[in-house]
């Protein structure tokens, strides 16, 4: 119930390129979606978050799309570049309770 | 950059040592979080705090300890470390609002030999 599942596990991208990283939940009462950012050696850090009011949140050459009846949510990473390459984590969370994070997906983008 | 601290940043030490890892935050942040994660893998909750003298377990066991009696700290104690406890372990803390962010440390790297 508490699950948040992430695909792909890795993903290598060309420069440029649209990177796609999927997850999805099963508890409904998550409220809250955000997506961290982990370069080797760091600490993950918050990139963008959504709340289910609304289905699309765009920051820069991040987006956020939200499907709440299939209870999946995606980052879409337009233009691609090589320092985009990371791991990323999504995360859910209800009424400000603890986060529960996906495994995450290492993105390579390639120069 | 967030105001979130520990010590050490690398740490190797033997088998059955007792070792502390010292988390700060200066955000005045009630929430705070220790977790397990080997590099670049899923992250793994072991400890939180809601608040001074309230510490609750995570989703993974651990033998570590985790003390709160100020707001802005929050160590994480081995009582005897043991090779199985190789990790990464990274503080983190969250504010509230509408955009909760939960801000995290640079890590400790602990190998144990």
């Known amino acids: 119930q508490q699950q948040v599942k992430q695909s792909p596990q890795s993903l290598i991208v060309q420069k440029g390129g649209i990177s796609i990283i999927n997850c999805a939940y099963e508890n409904t009462a998550f409220d809250y979606f955000p997506w961290y950012q982990q370069f080797p050696g760091k600490g993950p850090a918050l990139l963008i978050a959504?709340?289910?009011?609304?289905s699309e949140k765009k920051e820069g050459r991040f987006t956020i799309s939200f499907n709440k009846s299939a209870k999946q949510f995606s980052l879409h990473i337009m233009d691609s570049q090589p320092g985009d390459s990371a791991t990323y984590f999504c995360a859910a969370s209800a009424y400000g309770q603890n986060f529960v994070f996906g495994p995450g997906t290492r993105l390579s983008v390639l120069p | 950059e967030a105001d979130i601290y520990q010590t050490p940043r690398y740490l190797v030490i033997g088998t059955g040592k007792k070792i502390t890892l010292e988390c700060s935050q200066t955000m005045g942040h009630d929430k705070m979080y220790w977790y397990q994660q080997d590099p670049g893998m899923e992250l793994h909750l072991i400890h939180y705090?809601?608040?001074?003298?309230?510490?609750e377990k995570g989703d993974l066991s651990s033998e570590s300890t985790v003390s709160r009696i100020r707001t802005e700290h929050f160590p994480l104690t081995l009582e005897s470390a043991r090779p199985s406890h190789t990790s990464q372990y990274l503080c983190a803390s969250t504010n509230g609002g509408r955009r909760i962010e939960q801000f995290f440390g640079p890590g400790t790297r602990l190998t144990v030999l």
């Open positions: 705090s809601y608040g001074v003298n309230s510490t």
């Open positions: 959504i709340r289910p009011d609304v």
